[in-house]
Each structure stands twice: as structure tokens, then as C-alpha cells.
């Protein structure tokens, strides 16, 4: 049997922000369409940290970002603050919200979704909500602001599962749009990318020990 051919990643021509820098670390904006790191088939080589280690060569990955999703990305640049930040993320010391419009009118002015996340192996990478063997995962949600088909949320990830926003949201009966992967055909074809953007981080300093807050806005 012919295996099928590679998925090649569409090239963003965007460029990479720097938010903010220090001897230690960056906060960067990453484009929608750019892998946070390298794909495996040498063709999606192209990404954040590939990009970023042309400039800052002790650059490293400690969190990602989807394919899809833009915004906010923190970058170690030493192995101590990469060890620092990666004890923050496990310990869910690092506090992140997102934009996010989504399909439909979210009556309520915020609530919260706790539904346990797996990975569903024969639809992989597709992730699934799962009861007997997911892992917990809780999102915490703020209606911004509402049309009559749609509504700007902004989203508070407790947990950080794999997709967790975007099947949170679609349980709740109100996918992201342009969401490739959980959205029905109505919701994704109402935006021609994943309406979905991290727009702030904050943790505690590595060096310094302060409290260090970084933002980024929605282009949309």
C-alpha cells in the first residue's frame, strides 16, 4: 500500500515580534501559520525557534503554540531560565489568557468548562473528551462581547492540554472559528484562520524574581 505523501506546512512570510528582551529570555509574537518547532519531514524545518536561533543562537523552546494559534511565546535563552519557566508551566504557576471569537451567542457572561482530555489514537492528532481516562483539564471563560452569530470570549486555561481550548469550546456548543480540527462547517468557514491568540503570560522572573507580565494583542 502507497503511503500517502507528507503534509507540507504553508509557509508564513509573517515576521516573528519581539515583545520584550533581557539577557535571559525573550517574549515574541508568533504568526498564525508558524510552527513553534520543527516539523518532522525536513520540508517544515521553518519555525519559531529555527527563525529565532538565527539571531539568539542559545534560544529554546519551553511551551508551544499550535500551528494555527498567534500570540505570546516565552523564549529561554539560557538552560538555568529554560528550567525555571519549564517549573513554573508543570507547577501551573504561569497565569495565560487568550482571544477567541467563537461560533453563536454565549449567553452567559462567563462560566467555566472541566472535561477531561485524551488523545483519540485512531484520529490522531484529534484529541477527545474522555471521563475514564482523560486527564483533567479546566478552562475558564469571559464573554467580551457579543453579535448575533458570533462571540469574543477571552479564555483563561487553568490546565494546558493539547487543543484544550478548541474542544472546550465545542463542548460548550460554541466552536472557534476557522478551527480545522473541531469546528462544523458553518463555524469554519466564517474566518479564513483559527480565530484563537494568546495574549498575555506572566510569570515570575527567573534572575530577578519579579513578577514579569508580557501582552500582545489580537489582530482581529
Not at 24 to 31: A, F, G, S, T
Not at 130 to 159: I, Q
Amino acid at each position: 500500500m502507497q503511503e500517502p505523501p507528507p503534509y507540507l506546512v504553508p509557509h508564513s512570510a509573517e515576521d516573528i515580534v519581539i515583545l520584550y528582551e533581557d539577557s535571559d529570555l525573550l517574549l515574541v509574537r508568533k504568526p498564525t501559520l508558524l510552527l513553534s518547532i520543527p516539523g518532522r519531514h525536513p520540508l517544515n524545518r521553518d519555525c519559531l525557534i529555527t527563525r529565532l536561533q538565527q539571531r539568539y543562537p542559545s534560544a529554546s523552546i519551553v511551551h508551544r503554540l499550535d500551528l494555527d494559534t498567534s500570540g505570546i511565546m516565552a523564549v529561554p535563552l539560557n538552560k538555568p531560565t529554560h528550567a525555571h519557566i519549564s517549573r513554573q508551566f508543570q507547577q501551573r504557576e504561569v497565569r495565560k489568557t487568550y482571544h477567541a471569537i467563537v461560533y453563536g451567542r454565549v449567553e452567559p457572561d462567563e462560566g467555566e468548562v472541566d472535561l477531561p482530555i485524551t488523545c483519540d489514537w485512531e484520529r490522531r492528532p484529534l484529541q477527545k473528551i474522555c471521563h475514564e481516562r482523560g486527564r483533567p483539564a479546566l478552562t475558564r471563560f469571559e464573554v467580551l462581547a457579543r453579535d448575533e452569530d458570533r462571540s469574543r470570549l477571552l479564555l483563561k486555561p487553568v490546565t494546558g492540554r493539547s487543543h484544550q481550548l478548541r474542544i472546550h469550546m465545542r463542548e460548550l456548543g460554541h466552536p472557534i472559528l476557522g478551527c480545522d480540527m473541531y469546528a462544523h462547517d458553518a463555524a469554519l468557514a466564517m474566518a479564513d484562520r483559527l480565530m484563537l491568540h494568546a495574549s498575555t503570560l506572566e510569570f515570575t522572573h527567573p534572575a530577578t524574581g519579579q513578577w514579569l507580565r508580557g501582552e500582545c494583542p489580537p489582530d482581529f
